[in-house]
């Protein structure tokens, strides 16, 4: 049956595919340079998507920011890193 997580992730990417959306753009908070959990996260997210043919684009921005809203708030923009190759 899967988790509720799983089932909704497999809507939104039936939805995804359906509404042929190639890009997807991942925003973890920073953390994930420093929190081998959130890296992990980051990690097996992009690998999923890039096997189901999706284009993987990461935002990352500095560390004193925590999440992507705390650097827009400052009117900051992230940089963004395409995945090409996971291994």
């Known amino acids: 049956n899967g988790t509720r997580d799983e089932q909704d992730a497999h809507k939104n990417l039936k939805y995804l595919r359906e509404n042929k ?43 004193k920011y925590k999440g992507i809203d705390d650097l827009i708030l400052k009117g900051l923009k992230p940089r963004v890193l395409f995945v090409d190759n996971i291994e």
């Open 21 to 63: 959306v190639i890009d997807i753009m991942i925003a973890f908070d920073s953390d994930y340079k420093t929190n081998n959990l959130v890296k992990e996260a980051l990690v097996n997210t992009s690998r999923k998507l890039k096997i189901l043919g999706f284009n993987v684009f990461v935002l990352y921005w500095d560390l």
